[in-house]
C-alpha cells in the first residue's frame, strides 16, 4: 500500500514547458487534420479515376451512319482526355498527401522531443523537492535529539 502525503496529488508538477507542450500538440492534431483532409481527396480522386476509366470502357458504338461514330469516338476522346487529367489530379495529391504525412511526422517528432524535455523538467522537479523535504526532516532531526 502507497502512503501519499497530504501535500502530494496526482496532478503533475508544471514546467515552464507545458505552454510549448500545448502548443505543440494542437500543431500535431491541426497536421494530422490536414492529412485526414489530404488523404480524404486523395481517395476522392482516386474514385473519380476509375468512374471516368468506367465511362470510358464501355462501347458507345450502335449501328448507325457515320456522323454518329464521329460523334461517339470524339466523345470516347474526350473521355480519354479525362482519365488523363484524372491520372494527372491523382498523383498531384498523392504528393501534397506524403507532404502532409512528413508535416505530421515533424510535428509529432517536435512534440515527442518537447513532452520529453517536460518530463525530465517534472523528474528534476520532484527530486530537488524530495532532497529538500529530506535536508528539512534532517534539521528538524538535529534540532530535536540535541535539545531533547
Known amino acids: 500500500m502507497t502512503v501519499k502525503r497530504a501535500d502530494e496529488s496526482a496532478v503533475p508538477e508544471k514546467t515552464r514547458l507545458?505552454?510549448?507542450?500545448?502548443?505543440?500538440?494542437?500543431?500535431?492534431?491541426?497536421?494530422?487534420?490536414?492529412?485526414?483532409?489530404?488523404?480524404r481527396e486523395a481517395l476522392r480522386k482516386e474514385e473519380e479515376l476509375q468512374a471516368s476509366r468506367a465511362r470510358a470502357a464501355k462501347d458507345h458504338r450502335k449501328s448507325g451512319d457515320a456522323a454518329e461514330w464521329q460523334l461517339v469516338e470524339a466523345g470516347h476522346t474526350r473521355a480519354l482526355q479525362i482519365i488523363r487529367v484524372n491520372e494527372q489530379q491523382v498523383r498531384t495529391q498523392a504528393t501534397v498527401v506524403e507532404k502532409a504525412r512528413a508535416k505530421t511526422q515533424s510535428a509529432q517528432m517536435a512534440l515527442e522531443v518537447v513532452k520529453r524535455a517536460a518530463d525530465r523538467k517534472r523528474v528534476e522537479q520532484v527530486q530537488a523537492r524530495a532532497k529538500q523535504d529530506a535536508k528539512q526532516l534532517d534539521q528538524i532531526a538535529t534540532l530535536l535529539f540535541s535539545h531533547g
Open 18 to 39: 507545458d505552454p510549448v507542450v500545448g502548443i505543440r500538440e494542437r500543431v500535431a492534431e491541426a497536421m494530422e487534420r490536414e492529412l485526414a483532409a489530404a488523404q
